[in-house]
């Protein structure tokens, strides 16, 4: 871990140790900056925590959507946000991992810019078909890239430059087949597309496809994390198909200015920690794709390092990189 980040963490661990209290004045308003447009997914898990936390905290937070470059935006400007409370950034491993390793104009270090506060929402990704492509495992459809890579050797991605391209490339590489990822703005399009069979196959969040899943207009060949989804209990994950690589869960975090007082930020981490649990959280996001998550700083940095760590060989070895 870089310093400047440790430093944060044995701070903020100090203050527990000798019992400081972590009870400081908060501002009128809090800020938390979303990375991407107001109606999205990432957008709706920050209005329903937003919205609780005005009850826990006893002020108002308010969503600022910062769009553009899939996340880039809002981190960057971040960076030059006050220390005192007031702002406060609602990331994804998009974010802090994905764009770091694949955008050369990227000008921040997710593991020195910023004070990892807690980790509130978790999500997979999964590799879905649609009802034309004639395979119902992943393996089927391999061997279908492997005999007809001009019809089958194709999939949508919701963006380059995506983990959801570099599953692709994964799966492709493991079973010496040519896979080639079709970006799109974003889920919704992709998904048209594959409802309409103009592609045989995509990967996306699992949160964009259950609907047409359970109407069998697509069918999910396999799921990243490390256990089945009770909404897919018949879906195997990558990890299970000897996909070992493909196992990390995409993820929502809460990260603070560097700067920040510790008392600060582990008020905030517990604030959101005790959020997350609440029933209003789960019933809001459930249903379109997450699950609440409760997780300290320490438990936040780690899985960005997690990501870096897993994602990092794979998109070097791809030689994606884009100016």
Do not use: C
Not at 21 to 45: C, E, F, M, Q
Not at 145 to 168: C, D, L, N, T, W
Not at 316 to 323: A, W
């Amino acid at each position: 871990m870089k310093k400047k980040w440790a430093q944060v963490l044995l701070g903020t661990a100090l203050a527990l140790a000798t019992g400081m209290s972590v009870a400081s004045k908060l501002p009128d308003t809090i800020r938390l900056v979303v990375g991407y447009p107001a109606g999205g997914t990432a957008d709706a898990v920050a209005r329903v925590y937003a919205e609780q936390l005005r009850e826990k905290l006893g002020v108002n937070v308010v969503v600022d959507n910062r769009a553009g470059a899939g996340g880039q935006v809002a981190a960057q400007g971040f960076l030059r946000s006050p220390t005192d409370g007031s702002v406060l950034l609602v990331a994804n491993n998009h974010m802090m991992t994905t764009l770091p390793l694949t955008v050369k104009t990227v000008s921040y270090d997710p593991m020195k810019d910023f004070a990892p506060v807690a980790v509130i929402a978790k999500f997979e990704h999964i590799f879905v078909v649609g009802k034309t492509t004639p395979a119902n495992t992943l393996q089927e459809y391999v061997e279908l890239v492997r005999k007809e890579p001009e019809k089958y050797g194709h999939y949508g991605i919701p963006a380059p430059g995506s983990a959801p391209q570099f599953m692709g490339y994964s799966i492709a590489k493991k079973n010496d087949i040519q896979m080639s990822p079709v970006p799109y703005k974003g889920g919704a399009p992709l998904i048209n597309d594959l409802l309409g069979d103009h592609i045989p196959a995509g990967v996306d969040a699992v949160g964009m496809i259950t609907e047409h899943v359970a109407a069998g207009s697509v069918r999910v060949l396999g799921i990243t994390g490390e256990a089945r989804l009770p909404i897919l209990k018949d879906v195997p994950t990558f990890v299970e198909m000897g996909y070992g690589d493909l196992k990390a869960s995409g993820w929502m975090g809460i990260f603070a200015p560097l700067g920040m007082e510790p008392e600060m930020v582990k008020q905030f981490q517990d604030a959101f920690n005790e959020v997350a649990k609440l029933p209003r959280i789960e019933s809001a996001i459930v249903p379109i794709g997450f699950r609440p998550e409760s997780g300290d700083a320490q438990e936040l940095s780690r899985i960005v390092q997690d990501d870096l760590d897993t994602w990092g060989p794979i998109i070097k070895e791809s030689g994606y990189l884009q100016q």
